[in-house]
Each structure stands twice: as structure tokens, then as C-alpha cells.
Antibody, heavy 117, light 112 residues
């Protein structure tokens, strides 16, 4: 069974940093594109970033370019999102997702990031 | 960025009656590889999204056959042939043809 488990969310002040982690199991992580998607409270879904299986290619939405970094450790079957210079508008539930065939076929349970003073 | 526009944004439906959600893209979703990467997700209250349909019309394993997807180019539709109580939630379309990937605003399906 495919499982994606996010961790690392919490309360952080504006301008601060946070690192999210996602533990994957039940599939060949090292062969799979992975992504982060977020959802602000009561709002819709926003795709954040993608990373190629070997980590050699990364894509970001404009609103987080230069502030967020997606990375992975295939030996640990783990995905990460380093978030710097956080803004109030980054407050959201962050989902780790598996990307297959230009789609998303598996979602984690999400981790809440709250940016507030 | 490709803008995905869903309508309606709210859809009250009588149990057992059909429902239809439209999703329009600002650019063609036909990829250079010939595929059209349009996905539909369902998000029930308090849950993570779940994929229903991929590549316009392919239903995921375990998804009831009352759900169907259709369309081409820039115009797509998700249909529920007869709404059940467990279908309450928000439905999103997403395009996977262009970077960045983008979602529709969501359509909230509720029971009248």
C-alpha cells in the first residue's frame, strides 16, 4: 500500500524558516516524480514544486521561487521542502503527493504550516 | 500560467439526480506527446483529495462508475450519473500539460 506521511509543520513567525519532510513507502520512490501541493484554510489547491526521480530537475510556482527548495533522499525514501522567508500568505496545509503520468495519484494527509506573529 | 476555470462553483443536487461540472482551460491541454493531461479530484470534508479521473476520461481503480470524464482541447466535463450522499465535497480539475501545474477553483457539491 502506498503511504505518504508529512511532518514538520507548525507555527512560525513571518520571515522565519521551516523544513517539511515526507516519508514514502509502498512504491519505488527512487523512480517517481514527487511534488508538494498546498491548500490555504478554506481555499483551493495550489501546486508548489516538482522534483525528478534523480533530483536533477526541479520546478517551482513563481510565488515560491527563491524562497522554497524541494529536495529528496532516495536512500531514505523521503521528500523535503525547505521554506525560507515565510509570509503570512504561506499559511496552508502542505501535501506531499506522488506524480505519475503528469498527474497526481497519491496524497499524504498533509501538515499545517501557520505563519503568524 | 494556464488558468483553469470551473463552473458552477456551487452545485446543490438532489440525491439520485445527475450532476455535471465544467472545467475550461486558457490554453489547449494537448501535450506534445499526444496525450491530454486533465485530472479530476474529489475532496470530501476533512480529508485529503483523492483522484477520480486522469487523462480526461480514465477512471481510477475503486472509483464508482457513476463518475465519468469527457472533453478535449480546452473544454472538459465531470459527470456524476446519480449523486450519492458520499459524493458530497469539493471537486477540482487540474492540468498536467503545462508548467506550472494549475488547478481549478473547485466546485462544491452538496445535497439539496
Amino acid at each position: 500500500e502506498v503511504q505518504l506521511g508529512e511532518s514538520g509543520g507548525g507555527l512560525v513567525q513571518p520571515g522565519g524558516s521551516l523544513r517539511l519532510s515526507c516519508a514514502a513507502s509502498g512504491f519505488t520512490f527512487s523512480s517517481t516524480w514527487m511534488s508538494w501541493v498546498r491548500q490555504a484554510p478554506g481555499k483551493g489547491l495550489e501546486w508548489m514544486a516538482n522534483i525528478k526521480p534523480d533530483g536533477s530537475e526541479k520546478y517551482y510556482v513563481d510565488s515560491v521561487k527563491g524562497r522554497f527548495t524541494i529536495s529528496r533522499d532516495n536512500a531514505k525514501s523521503s521528500l523535503y521542502l525547505q521554506m525560507n522567508s515565510l509570509r503570512v500568505e504561506d499559511t496552508a496545509v502542505y501535501y506531499c503527493v506522488r506524480s505519475v503520468w503528469n498527474s497526481i495519484d497519491q496524497w499524504g494527509q498533509g501538515t499545517l504550516v501557520t505563519v503568524s506573529s | 500560467d494556464v488558468v483553469m476555470t470551473q463552473s458552477p462553483l456551487s452545485l446543490p443536487v438532489t440525491l439520485g439526480q445527475p450532476a455535471s461540472i465544467s472545467c475550461r482551460s486558457s490554453q489547449s491541454l494537448v501535450h506534445s506527446d499526444g496525450n491530454t493531461y486533465l485530472t479530476w479530484f474529489q475532496q470530501r470534508p476533512g480529508q485529503s483529495p483523492r483522484r477520480l479521473i486522469y487523462k480526461v476520461s480514465n477512471r481510477d481503480s475503486g472509483v464508482p462508475d457513476r463518475f465519468s470524464g469527457s472533453g478535449s482541447g480546452t473544454d472538459f466535463t465531470l459527470k456524476i450519473s446519480g449523486v450519492e450522499p458520499e459524493d458530497v465535497g469539493v471537486y477540482y480539475c487540474m492540468q498536467g500539460t503545462h508548467w506550472p501545474r494549475t488547478f481549478g477553483q473547485g466546485t462544491k457539491v452538496e445535497i439539496k
